[in-house]
């Protein structure tokens, strides 16, 4: 096996089905099979998860939403997506938890580091929810910061693209995939895969990133075990 922790990052909207909007239970299993499938593998996941499904908060700017107010909706979609996706991962048979970045008991764990590890080295699913607990931050830039705090081996973000482009696929023809690039690279070329936040964190922490495609069954599995998916963005 390639890695022995990653942390996974999942957008609200792939959640959302081919639609993009709430969440589709077709979708849920789906996305709990994979994982479960890596867990029982040996794999260490810790997961997060965007809310845009749900709400995003910097599209409420201007509409009669501060970012602040916007932002803190947002938070609160991830923790929703997380209960979810940790009800299905729990029906495949893997235990699951939901930790959040500000504290919410009843409703999930308040986040700490040293439990989400080890509670992943028993076994489980780490969902951290909640971006990092503040505004002006996006959940990749959350996933970033997770993935360095519980010494991931990689960040892998898993989309609806197969990869990393030179312009979004989805709107244009000629646009041409990477099977890896620089984290210099897709930061001058302002590359939309991730925020310029998080390849920062990920630069100064070498981190590397895997971009694929979650929605083609096995991709997962395939890329833990080593096989060439999706883009790779390294130092």
Avoid: W
Avoid at 51 to 61: H, Q, T
């Amino acid at each position: 096996m390639k890695y022995r922790r990653v942390l996974l990052k999942l957008s609200g909207e792939s959640l959302g089905g081919p639609a993009g909007k709430g969440i589709s239970e077709e979708c849920l299993s789906a996305y709990a099979r994979e994982i479960a499938a890596a867990v029982r593998a040996g794999l260490q996941i810790a997961i997060v998860i965007g809310g845009g499904n749900i709400f995003r908060g910097l599209s409420g700017v201007g509409k009669g939403f501060d970012r602040v107010g916007g932002d803190k909706m947002g938070m609160l979609a991830t923790v929703i997506n997380s209960l979810g996706l940790s009800m299905a991962i729990r029906s495949e048979g893997v235990e699951a938890e939901v930790y959040t970045a500000t504290p919410m008991m009843p409703v999930a764990k308040y986040y700490m580091r040293d439990d989400a590890v080890a509670f992943m080295e028993k076994g489980g699913v780490a969902l951290i929810a909640g971006g990092t607990g503040n505004p002006f931050f996006t959940t990749d830039s959350g996933a970033a910061l997770r993935a360095l705090e519980i010494g991931a081996d990689a960040l892998l973000k898993g989309t609806r693209v197969d990869g990393v482009y030179t312009a979004d696929p989805e709107k244009d023809p000629n646009a041409v995939r990477y099977d890896e690039l620089t984290f210099d690279k897709a930061m001058s070329d302002r590359l939309k895969v991730m925020d310029q936040t998080a390849f920062a964190l990920c630069r100064e922490g070498n981190m590397p990133i895997v971009v694929f495609d979650m929605n083609v069954s096995g991709n997962l599995s395939s890329l833990i075990r080593g096989e060439k998916v999706g883009t790779l963005v390294h130092v």
